[in-house]
């Protein structure tokens, strides 16, 4: 099985910033994205932040030019910097991979335990 440990979050003053880091442990055959959702109280969840292998990466509107998204694929490891933090940025944030365990496998998707920013204004 592949599990997602997240790390880096907590409580920052508006205008601050954070680094959230995601590992994957277990054997994967490869990934095809890695990405960062998060989830506000009564909201659902939604798309931060998607780096497709191969591809470019994608940002939701309301983060672009202040999130940015990198990934070390010898580490099996995504990262979220994010500056200029905002109120409205509060929110538990969680990773997600999209990878196969085999080349002939389907793909399939694990989340991490996600982790809480809260930003204070």
């Known amino acids: 099985q592949v599990q997602l440990v997240e790390s880096g979050g907590g409580l920052v003053q508006a205008g601050g910033s954070l680094r959230l880091s995601c590992v994957a442990s277990?054997?994967?055959?490869?990934?095809?994205?890695m990405g960062w959702y998060r989830q506000a109280p009564g909201k659902q969840r939604e798309l931060v932040a998607i780096?497709?292998?191969?591809?470019?990466?994608d940002y939701a509107d309301s983060v672009k030019d202040r999130f940015t998204i990198s990934r070390d694929n010898a580490k099996n490891t995504v990262y979220l910097q994010m500056n200029s933090l905002k109120p409205g940025d509060t929110a538990v944030y969680y990773c997600?991979?999209?990878?196969?365990?085999?080349?002939?496998?389907?793909?399939?998707?694990?989340w991490g335990q996600g982790t809480q920013v809260t930003v204070s204004s």
């Open positions: 780096m497709p292998t191969g591809g470019s990466p």
């Open positions: 277990g054997r994967i055959f490869s990934i095809n994205a």
């Open positions: 997600q991979f999209k990878f196969k365990l085999r080349s002939w496998s389907p793909q399939e998707v694990s």
